[in-house]
């Protein structure tokens, strides 16, 4: 069983210890993403899914307004600003003290969220990064999550070591990592020969991220729809926290924050 790495981020000038896992709850302003109980876009529902993310134990709302689905359809840039300039100021006076991340691969839109909007994590996920994007979040000192597409654990790490000196070198505090379960691996084989080396990310020192919520590895495996895969997200997310995981990016909170609770009961009283 490996503990978390004990790290801390600046989220606006106030640290987040992230020995302990946090969950992070997905905010979806989409019509298309795959799970279709994640999407919101008017006003209220918005409103009711962030107090509903930090009622239920949440400590992050992230928020996606491009879904990065299989075959999904990429908006514009226009589009995608427009959503979260909608969504943003929504979400900051429902849950003022929430920290606010925002799942975009475009750096234009991370540093318009962070500086119009006050958005404090940046979640990149892209398999051909923009190159503005390092740049961007080292020059706002907003906490960066990094994802990687690569299929096995070797050119992750080949890669992350690569990506983090050069985040380093311009400056950048904060990284997490987060190992990219559905993103350029074989669906069930490769993320799950994944997971089961997880563990091995902590030697690079920093926090892990894990968003495995309802995802093909798991409907795909059982034969079910992402719809009836609360069960098997619960599994994985445990075995992703005995792993190391430091914060889990799920559709259901409660449950999530159920299973933290129940690992650190277990690491507690060994």
Do not use: W
Not at 72 to 87: P, T, W
Not at 90 to 111: H, K, L
Not at 116 to 125: P, R, W
Request: charged share 25%; proline share 4%.
């Amino acid at each position: 069983m490996a503990m978390p790495v004990s790290y801390t981020i600046n989220v606006r000038g106030r640290l987040m210890d992230l020995s302990k896992p946090l969950v992070m709850g997905i905010l979806n302003v989409t019509p298309d993403s795959f799970f279709a109980d994640s999407r919101v876009q008017t006003e209220e529902a918005i409103r009711n899914r962030a107090n509903q993310i930090i009622a239920e134990g949440g400590e992050i709302i992230d928020v996606g307004a491009c879904s990065t689905r299989p075959g999904g359809e990429v908006v514009s840039e226009e589009e995608e600003m427009r959503r979260l300039a909608s969504a943003l100021p929504v979400i900051r006076e429902a849950q003022p003290d929430a920290a606010i991340s925002v799942d975009t691969f475009r750096a234009s839109i991370a540093r318009r969220v962070v500086e119009e909007f006050g958005a404090d994590i940046i979640n990149d996920v892209e398999e051909g990064r923009d190159p503005d994007m390092f740049r961007t979040v080292a020059e706002t000192g907003t906490p960066y999550i990094l994802m990687s597409t690569a299929a096995n654990l070797h050119d992750m790490l080949v890669n992350f070591s690569r990506e983090v000196q050069e985040l380093r070198a311009l400056g950048q505090k904060d990284i997490i990592l987060d190992p990219g379960f559905g993103f350029g691996k074989e669906p069930v084989a490769g993320n799950f020969a994944l997971l089961e080396v997880m563990e091995r990310l902590t030697v690079m020192e920093l926090p892990l991220l894990v968003g495995i919520s309802r995802k093909r590895m798991i409907h795909q495996l059982l034969g079910i729809t992402p719809a009836e895969s609360l069960n098997g997200t619960t599994v994985l997310n445990t075995i992703a926290l005995l792993k190391g995981a430091n914060i889990l990016r799920v559709h259901d909170v409660r449950e999530a924050v159920e299973a933290v609770r129940i690992v650190d009961a277990m690491r507690t009283n060994r």
